[in-house]
C-alpha cells in the first residue's frame, strides 16, 4: 500500500507571504498525485492534479504543484497567501495500477496572519 | 444543481444498532468511493465503485458494507456499529479517471 506523507500538520504564513506545502509518496512507480483543499464544515475540493506529462501543474485560487520522481514529492505553493487560504490541505495518490484506489496525507492545516 | 448528498449529516447511534448512510449524485458518475476522516489520519478509504453491481475495498473496509444496485446510489451500511467507527465519513463521485467531487460530510458518533 502506498503512504503519503505530509510534512507540518499546521502551518503559519502571513498575508503575502510565500505558501509551501510539503508532501512525499512511498511508491516506486510513479502514481497519480492530487491536491485537495477543505474548508471548515466543508467536503474537499479538488485544487490539482498530476497524471502524465508536464510535471508543473497549476490548480485554481494560484495553487501549483511540482511532481519531482527523483525525491517522490508533489509540493503544493502559492507565492502570495490570502486570507481566504487559510483551510486544511490534502495531499493524496492513487496508484497508477488501480487508479480506484487513493491514499490520503493527514492533512496541513494553513493559518494565514493578517 | 450538480451535486453529491449525504443523509442524515450528523447521527448519535449506539453500539450494534444497524445504521445506513445514504449517497447519491446527480451527475451520471460512475465512479462512487466511501471515505473516513479522523484527526491526524487524513482521509482513509472504505470501499469505492466503478459502476453498477462492481464494488471493491478500500484500505479500511472492516465492519462497513456497501452497495451498488443503481448508478446514482452508494449506500454505506454499518450492521453493528463499534465506537471506534465514530468519525466523520464522505462520499465522492467522479465522472472520469481521479476527479472526485466529495459531498458535504456526515458526522458519525457511536455511544
Known amino acids: 500500500a502506498q503512504s503519503v506523507t505530509q510534512l507540518g500538520s499546521h502551518v503559519s504564513v502571513s498575508e503575502g507571504a510565500l505558501v509551501l506545502l510539503r508532501c512525499n509518496y512511498s511508491?516506486?512507480?510513479?502514481?497519480?498525485l492530487f491536491w485537495y483543499v477543505q474548508y471548515p464544515n466543508q467536503g474537499l475540493q479538488l485544487l490539482l492534479k498530476?497524471?502524465?506529462?508536464?510535471?508543473l501543474v497549476k490548480g485554481i485560487n494560484g495553487f501549483e504543484a511540482e511532481f519531482k520522481k527523483s525525491e517522490t514529492s508533489f509540493h503544493l505553493t502559492k507565492p502570495s497567501a490570502h486570507m481566504s487560504d487559510a483551510a486544511e490541505y490534502f495531499c493524496?495518490?492513487?496508484?497508477?495500477?488501480?487508479?480506484?484506489?487513493?491514499?490520503f496525507g493527514s492533512g496541513t492545516k494553513l493559518n494565514v496572519k493578517p | 444543481e450538480a451535486q453529491v448528498t449525504q443523509n442524515p449529516r450528523y447521527l448519535i447511534t449506539v453500539t450494534g444498532k444497524k445504521l445506513t448512510v445514504t449517497c447519491s449524485q446527480n451527475?451520471?458518475?460512475?465512479?462512487m468511493s466511501w471515505y473516513r476522516q479522523d484527526p491526524g489520519l487524513g482521509l482513509r478509504q472504505i470501499y469505492y465503485?466503478?459502476?453498477?453491481?462492481?464494488?471493491d475495498k478500500g484500505d479500511v473496509p472492516e465492519g462497513y458494507k456497501v452497495s451498488r444496485k443503481e448508478k446514482r446510489n452508494f449506500p454505506l451500511i454499518l450492521e453493528s456499529p463499534s465506537p471506534n467507527q465514530t468519525s466523520l465519513y464522505f462520499c465522492?463521485?467522479?465522472?472520469?479517471?481521479?476527479?472526485?467531487?466529495f459531498g458535504p460530510g456526515t458526522r458519525l458518533t457511536v455511544l
Open positions: 465522492a463521485s467522479s465522472p472520469v479517471l481521479h476527479t472526485q467531487y
Open positions: 465503485s466503478m459502476n453498477v453491481e462492481v464494488t
Open positions: 511508491s516506486s512507480v510513479p502514481p497519480y
Open positions: 451527475m451520471n458518475h460512475e465512479y
Open positions: 493524496a495518490v492513487s496508484e497508477s495500477y488501480n487508479f480506484n484506489k487513493f491514499y
Open positions: 498530476y497524471t502524465t506529462g508536464a510535471t
